[in-house]
Structure formats: structure tokens, C-alpha cells
């Protein structure tokens, strides 16, 4: 199985696989990424070559279907540990992360502000303000946003899907089967459920793709 999202260039498990991938190739990596910092383009090109060419006509014959993420796999995932609500889930999650994970707790800390007997007028109101909306907003996208619909780069990945199948079903379109056949295309699911028949053959919206 295959997650794109389980090792991404800015964390540090997916900078320690590339920096010793780029060592084994003898890449200069700091040199390289002096040039150019990659772009939601640079991993769109990297993600087709991954899921699409093989040694068949390049048409993701190393894949059998792809799985896009729902919001019942978000709820799932946030009350895995007993929290009956979405909410209760991502506050406790929020929360654990700020135990556990020092790079997440520097990214919603301001140890310059101070919770204690506030001044008047607080000097520090705007920088509360703007902690308080990171939070908020960490918030209002995992209970609202966190899916493949509002991914760009799952944009991409399903456009990637429709041009496989497209690809396979006219390789083997003929006299006997003028659309190709169906059996042969990447199955698809979405949200815990197999995507429906006219979804499969439906373009949507580009991420990245120019």
C-alpha cells in the first residue's frame, strides 16, 4: 500500500528518505534545492511517474485501485481512542500532539505572549489573537475541510486515476467493445465506499496541473 501523504519533503522522516535517496545517486541535494524549492507542479510530476508508468504501457498496472480520503475516515480516526464527538476528538488529538510532538508544539506556541494578569491595554492582544485563530483554525479544517475534496493534490491524483482508466479502456476498444473494456480499470473508493459508475469517468476541478 501506498500513502502519499505518509512522507511529505517538509517533515523529517520524508527529508531523511530523499536526502539518503540523493546521496545513493551522488545529488547534491543542498545545491539543488538552492536552485528551486519544489512545488505543488514538482510532486504532481513525481506522483505520476510513481502511480502511472510501469513496465505495461505505463498504465498503473503496479496499483489495483486507489482509496480517497472521506470524512468518515476523519471522524474514525479522531475518536479511535473514545471521544465521542468529531470535536472532543480533535481538541484531545490537539492536545496529545502538544505533549508529545515538540516541531507541532513550537508551530502552535508563542512563548512570547503572557497568560498570566494582563495589562492595560494588553500589548500582547494581537499575538493572542492570532494564536487563537491558528488553533481555531486547525480546528475548523479537520472538522470541516479534512477530506480529499479540498486536497489539491488529490485533485491531481484522481485526474491521474481517470487517465489511467481512460488510457486502458481505449487500448482495448474495438468492433465487439466501441468503449473499451471496464473490467480492465483501477477501481476506485471514496469515503469507505466504492466510487459510483458516472464518478469514475467525471473530470473535476485541476489541482496543480497546468
Same mark, same amino acid.
Given at each position: ?109 508563542? +512563548?512570547?505572549? +503572557? ?5 492595560? +491595554?494588553? +500589548? ?11 488553533? %481555531? ?5 479537520? %472538522?470541516?475541510? %479534512? ?25 482495448? %476498444? ?37
Amino acid at each position: 500500500m501506498l500513502n502519499p501523504a505518509q512522507y511529505q519533503l517538509e517533515s523529517k522522516g520524508g527529508k531523511g528518505l530523499i536526502v539518503g535517496h540523493a546521496m545513493r545517486l551522488g545529488i547534491d541535494l543542498d545545491k539543488l534545492l538552492a536552485t528551486a524549492t519544489p512545488g505543488g507542479g514538482d510532486y504532481l510530476r513525481m506522483w505520476t511517474r510513481v502511480l502511472v508508468e510501469d513496465n505495461q504501457g505505463n498504465l498503473g498496472y503496479d496499483f489495483d485501485a486507489f482509496y480517497f480520503l472521506g470524512p468518515r475516515d476523519v471522524f474514525g480516526f479522531f475518536t479511535e481512542h473514545g471521544s465521542q464527538t468529531l470535536t472532543a476528538g480533535i481538541q484531545a488529538y490537539f492536545a496529545r500532539k502538544m505533549e508529545s510532538d515538540p516541531d507541532f508544539r513550537d508551530m502552535f506556541s508563542d +512563548p512570547k505572549i +503572557p497568560w498570566g494578569a494582563a495589562e492595560t +491595554p494588553d +500589548p500582547s492582544l494581537a499575538a493572542k489573537a492570532t494564536w487563537m485563530k491558528k488553533r %481555531a483554525d486547525f480546528l475548523r479544517f479537520y %472538522a470541516l475541510r %479534512a477530506s480529499a475534496s479540498f486536497s489539491l493534490g488529490s485533485h491531481d491524483e484522481w485526474a491521474i486515476l481517470r487517465g489511467i482508466n481512460d488510457a486502458r479502456r481505449q487500448g482495448s %476498444a474495438g468492433q465487439g467493445m466501441l468503449d473499451g473494456d471496464t473490467g480492465d480499470q483501477l477501481a476506485a473508493f471514496f469515503d469507505g465506499t466504492q466510487v459510483s459508475i458516472g464518478a469514475t469517468q467525471t473530470a473535476i476541478s485541476r489541482g496543480y496541473a497546468i
